[in-house]
């Protein structure tokens, strides 16, 4: 099955889970491809969503959330790697409802408060409505990864991650950590290998 029809069947099949759970239009984030280099690329502010969508209930903050791996699936070179992320609960923010809007913020990691590896990542062009994610909840998250073995190796130069970082908004933001269990090598060269990173409504 190609990549491309791979990504119609997700987007598609993501789409009809966002509607059952949530009345979301899709499920498959983002914003168009990003310019290669070391800067983060632009992402929505937080705040009141267009045309007054889930008024007053506050926007998710990269700290609303633990990054839980959950597999991986491979196909015509390409990998799509699985986490849930899920909402942590506490006192405070942590009762409250929060809303998630994309595009998010994503990069591989070569080990926990490490560097970053490679580019940032690209995004979908069709992005999904903002949705609810309740205290306890969660939201998905799918990074679709060309394999780095399809680049010669000094094309690619190859480094091992231990995870994947990622960021709700640019400003004051640590970032949410993921870790992959130091199974994975990402190409570290510019434009080589660049993932594509999709969030939505959580279906098990």
Request: charge should be negative; glycine fraction near 12%.
């Amino acid at each position: 099955m190609s990549t491309a029809l791979r990504d119609r069947r997700a987007r598609a099949a993501a789409t009809h889970r966002a509607r059952r759970r949530a009345g979301a239009l899709a499920a498959a984030v983002a914003v168009p491809a990003l310019a290669m280099g070391a800067s983060a690329p632009a992402a929505a502010e937080a705040g009141a969503a267009p045309g007054g969508a889930h008024t007053g209930i506050r926007a998710c903050e990269s700290s609303d959330y633990k990054l839980i791996y959950e597999g991986r699936e491979a196909a015509a070179g390409t990998m799509y790697i699985r986490f849930a992320m899920s909402r942590i609960m506490g006192d405070g923010p942590g009762e409250e409802p929060c809303v998630q809007y994309t595009p998010v913020a994503m990069h591989w990691i070569d080990s926990f408060e490490g560097e970053r590896v490679g580019d940032w990542a690209r995004y979908d062009d069709d992005p999904p409505e903002p949705f609810v994610v309740e205290p306890g909840g969660a939201a998905s998250l799918t990074v679709r990864q060309p394999n780095p073995l399809n680049y010669p190796e000094e094309d690619c130069e190859p480094q091992p991650v231990a995870g994947i970082q990622v960021y709700l908004r640019f400003e004051d933001d640590e970032g949410v950590y993921g870790p992959t269990g130091g199974q994975d090598v990402m190409c570290s060269l510019p434009g080589k290998g660049v993932p594509t990173v999709f969030v939505g409504p959580y279906e098990a």
